[in-house]
């Protein structure tokens, strides 16, 4: 089976953590640990989110006095997939001794017009008590939202449309690569009047990303991998319950969180619309049982996994 894995970016910085690189590394050495046995069996591409680090590099450029202006939002982006992807290559290579991996920075293609850049939604950096948030916001100029009981800054996320380098990226898992790519969501590019690339301010939902990239490349399995078992229906009330199997035409039929579950159902919802293939969502640590059907929330057309059609 040809896998597409979207790592979380609590995979690398858990809430509450400082991200602090020696605690990043070894939180990737975790996470690979439970992506090996994936890798050992199936073609595996991994993606990653990259929130935390790109708030964490803004906010040194933006206090940095030896610049004139800060470094662009693209750019700490590409920045963050370099750094990222070396961390996993490392950790995978030491895992699958002998197998050839490949970590790469990519670039997504966006809509120059795509209303998000008036709406920014995209949680970045770590969290602030409210007063310290719209302090900074007021200082820097950034937008802050409410993050379950504190504040983080947000900023724009268009809807990805295609990862440049796909063909590149197919090659790869043809010749049995394992590769990291798209890390999150690929750096942000759009066509300019005369059809050149350029970057532009935004971060791209690593979860939609994965979903365009899995449909492209042909992926049989979607698994957005991240801190909590299953998607919970009716969340934080005396009627929660978790989901086990579903279908998209159910997913859509529930409320979740803009800003934290809410992209992650529409990706694995939006891929088994589009292929009929499966995704999931559920824990890192139990990766190998989700792919199997037997954790997670296991999303389908026909609500089952195995589907009968690949028996």
């Not at 979903?211 to 490349?217: D, I, K, M, N």
Request: net charge negative.
């Amino acid at each position: 089976m040809r896998v597409v894995v979207a790592l979380g970016g609590n995979a690398l910085v858990k809430r509450g953590e400082t991200p602090d690189a020696r605690l990043q590394r070894a939180n990737v050495d975790r996470a690979v640990r439970a992506l090996a046995p994936l890798a050992e069996e199936h073609e595996l591409i991994v993606t990653h989110g990259n929130g935390p680090q790109v708030g964490v590099l803004a906010l040194e450029s933006q206090n940095d006095g030896r610049l004139t202006r800060p470094y662009p939002l693209d750019t700490i982006g590409a920045e963050t997939q370099g750094m990222i992807g070396y961390w996993l290559l490392q950790a995978l290579q030491n895992a699958l001794p002998g197998r050839q991996v490949m970590a790469m920075v990519n670039q997504t293609l966006v809509s120059a017009v795509d209303p998000a850049f008036q709406n920014p939604t995209k949680f970045v950096g770590q969290v602030y008590e409210r007063e310290e948030a719209e302090r900074l916001a007021a200082e820097y100029g950034w937008t802050v939202r409410r993050d379950g009981e504190r504040w983080r800054r947000v900023v724009p996320s268009p809807k990805p449309q295609r990862v440049i380098e796909t063909r590149l990226i197919r090659e790869l898992v043809r010749a049995g690569t394992v590769v990291v790519c798209a890390g999150g969501g690929g750096v942000p590019v759009f066509r300019n009047d005369v059809g050149r690339l350029e970057g532009v301010e935004a971060v791209i939902d690593k979860d939609h990303t994965a979903s365009v990239l899995a449909e492209t490349l042909d992926a049989d399995a979607l698994l957005i991998l991240t801190d909590v078992p299953n998607v919970m229906r009716h969340y934080g009330t005396d009627r929660q319950e978790a989901i086990h199997h579903t279908t998209p035409y159910e997913l859509r039929g529930e409320e979740f969180p803009d800003g934290s579950m809410g992209p992650k159902v529409a990706a694995v919802a939006g891929f088994v619309e589009r292929t009929g293939d499966m995704a999931a969502i559920g824990l890192l640590d139990e990766c190998v049982d989700i792919l199997a059907g037997t954790a997670g929330t296991i999303v389908t057309p026909n609500a089952t996994w195995p589907l009968a059609s690949t028996l």
